[in-house]
């Protein structure tokens, strides 16, 4: 089982920057990739960025130049830092571990909400 806690959401000014950071513990291992996700209010939730078991990363166009995923394989926690926020930025979110073999093994924290406003 694996445990997963997001922080370091909030209010920000349009322009400014916010990182998040997900935090796991439990059984965890280098067989997981690891992803950001986001949820608006009356949206589906999206895929904000991912990173790979081998470090990779992949965005979504909306974030691209702005986000920057990363991840601290001794800490087992991933960030996010979030650059240049817009007010569409605004919503829920969450944080994913998912193995790259057993489709089972996929969990989520419990989302941190950051909002973007003046």
């Known amino acids: 089982q694996v445990q997963l806690v997001e922080s370091g959401g909030g209010l920000v000014q349009p322009g400014g920057s916010l990182r998040l950071s997900c935090a796991a513990s439990g059984s965890i291992s280098s067989f997981y990739n690891w992803g950001w996700y986001r949820q608006a209010p009356g949206k589906q939730r999206e895929l904000v960025a991912a990173?790979?078991?081998?470090?990779?990363?992949n965005y979504a166009d909306s974030v691209k130049g702005r986000f920057t995923i990363s991840r601290d394989n001794v800490k087992n926690t991933m960030y996010l830092q979030m650059n240049s926020m817009r007010p569409e930025d605004t919503a829920v979110y969450y944080c994913?571990?998912?193995?790259?073999?057993?489709?089972?093994?996929?969990?989520w924290g419990q989302g941190t909400q950051v909002t973007v406003s003046s």
């Open positions: 990173i790979t078991t081998t470090g990779s990363t």
């Open positions: 994913n571990v998912r193995h790259v073999l057993v489709a089972k093994l996929d969990y």
